[in-house]
């Protein structure tokens, strides 16, 4: 199975937005246009090596950030996306977040 590449856009995009960053100023940044940004979040195009390479390095992640688990995602989260989410999250959220999952492994049988 190849790459997902909806799961490497969407990766992406979530690291971009954390940072506060545009889609106008990474284009600028990486000297590609708008349009290509767009359609590498949205996973439309294949992103080569070369441009993954110069992505994460502009968000501040290894490449390896981008890409794990990509080929196995099947419509769930999987540990990679979910440990990127919190790892993006403020201390703060993160114990907000760790005590409402807390809550929630505790009582599910309620739901």
Not at 7 to 20: M, S
Not at 48 to 56: F, H, N, P, Q, V
Not at 82 to 103: C, G
């Amino acid at each position: 199975m190849g790459l997902n590449y909806k799961v490497i856009g969407n990766r992406i995009q979530n690291r971009r937005k954390a940072k506060g960053i545009t889609q106008a100023k990474m284009a600028e940044a990486l000297d590609v246009s708008v349009g290509f940004i767009s359609q590498v979040e949205r996973g439309v195009c294949k992103v080569s090596l070369d441009s993954l390479a110069a992505m994460a390095e502009y968000l501040d992640c290894p490449p390896s950030a981008l890409l794990d688990d990509s080929n196995r995602y099947q419509g769930a989260y999987s540990q990679t996306d979910f440990n990127t989410m919190y790892e993006l999250l403020s201390p703060t959220d993160q114990r907000l977040f760790y005590y409402m999952l807390e809550v929630y492994a505790k009582n599910r049988e309620l739901l």
